[in-house]
Nanobody, 118 residues
Framework: VQLQASGGGLVQAGGSLRLSCAAS????????MGWFRQAPGKEREFVAS????????YYADSVKGRFVISRDNAKNTVYLQVNSLKPEDAAVYYC????????????WGQGTQVTVSS
């Protein structure tokens, strides 16, 4: 199983990025796909997740209304559109696959860095 995250970069506050997570190696139709982030000196935190089968989406309060998670079945890819970025959004963003909305993630990608300049 491989989860390949990409799309991070340097962006000014208020800007946008689209993060991608290409999944391979198994069928994820019964899984939740999630995005987590970890800033220096902080614990990893939940950002968003999506039920691969139903497309039901869930968000941390801190990103609700600014971030949008989606998936493309044909490309086996999950996206995280991050808008209205704030300096506190800067972190390494990880995609993951698991059985729960907020926890229980067993497969992890390598992470992509998001840097926000103020």
């Amino acid at each position: 199983v491989q989860l390949q995250a990409s799309g991070g970069g340097l962006v000014q506050a208020g800007g946008s990025l689209r993060l991608s997570c290409a999944a391979s190696g198994r069928t994820f139709s019964t899984y939740f796909m999630g995005w987590f982030r970890q800033a220096p000196g902080k614990e990893r935190e939940f950002v968003a997740s999506i039920n691969w089968s139903t497309s039901s989406a869930y968000y941390a309060d801190s990103v609700k209304g600014r971030f949008v998670i989606s998936r493309d079945n044909a490309k086996n890819t999950v996206y995280l559109q991050v808008n209205s970025l704030k300096p506190e959004d800067a972190a390494v963003y990880y995609c993951a696959a698991g059985r729960g909305i907020y926890s229980g993630y067993v497969y992890w990608g390598q992470g992509t860095q998001v840097t926000v300049s103020s």
